[in-house]
């Protein structure tokens, strides 16, 4: 089983839409979770954090159940500029050791 | 605002050969990482550092790959005999903490290994 797992993707959606991401990770010990950006053979860049209590930027709530080992990503009213590929990140080993996913690619389109 | 550079943009060299890849990490940052991701692939975690020594690394950070902070600005990684394999792009991360603090990465290093 993969460390972390994303939904595959694409989402091609309109815009406006509201789309929701899902991320599974598997190891229990896990600490802190994430959610980076990143544009097309660019860097990655925080997105937002992810707590138990789940937390909310703007268009953007990010939710963690960690009974389930499961992360989410939810984005209302999506923008064209949205469009990227958003990745699932959990750090362990006391924040030494970063896993990523392999990315969930969004197109929003006009 | 300040952000985590690095040198070349572009490295293209021989299967076989040495290269080192540069990094100047954000100044007040203490913890450094390097990542590769080969094209179409995910982001893979190489290596964190810490007060001068390596906190983790993976199974990817085999003999080949050593890191370095010479001075107090640059972090470095060099591959000792590139391979076909280690084509990819590289990129330096930095941060303040560790656990629950955000990552700042460098715009990448494309290494084109021939």
């Known amino acids: 089983r993969k460390e972390v797992e994303q939904d595959p993707g694409p989402f091609n959606v309109p815009e406006g839409a509201t789309v929701a991401f899902n991320c599974t990770y598997s190891n229990s010990a896990s600490q802190s979770f994430f959610w980076y950006r990143q544009d097309c053979r660019k860097e990655p860049k925080l997105l937002m954090s992810?707590?138990?209590s789940g937390n909310e930027d703007g268009r953007f709530t990010a939710q963690l159940n960690r009974a389930s080992q499961y992360i989410s990503l939810l984005i209302r009213d999506s923008k064209l500029s949205d469009s990227a590929t958003y990745l699932c990140v959990v750090h362990h080993t006391g924040g030494f050791k970063t896993i990523f996913g392999a990315g969930t690619r969004l197109f929003v389109k006009a | 605002e300040p952000e985590v550079t690095q040198t070349p943009s572009h490295q293209v060299t021989q299967m076989g050969q040495e290269v080192i890849l540069r990094c100047v990490p954000i100044?007040?940052?203490?913890?450094f990482y390097w990542y590769r991701q080969i094209l179409g692939q995910k982001v893979e975690f190489l290596v964190s550092?810490?007060?001068?020594?390596?906190?983790?690394k993976s199974e990817i950070f085999d003999d080949q790959f050593s890191v370095e902070r010479p001075d107090g600005s640059n972090f470095t990684l060099k591959i000792r005999s590139t391979k076909l394999e280690d084509s990819a792009m590289y990129f330096c991360?930095?941060?303040?903490?560790?656990?629950?603090?955000?990552?700042?990465f460098g715009p990448g290093t494309r290494l084109t290994v021939l």
């Open positions: 991360a930095s941060s303040t903490g560790v656990a629950y603090n955000e990552q700042f």
């Open positions: 992810v707590y138990s």
């Open positions: 550092f810490y007060n001068n020594e390596i906190s983790e």
């Open positions: 100044s007040n940052h203490l913890y």
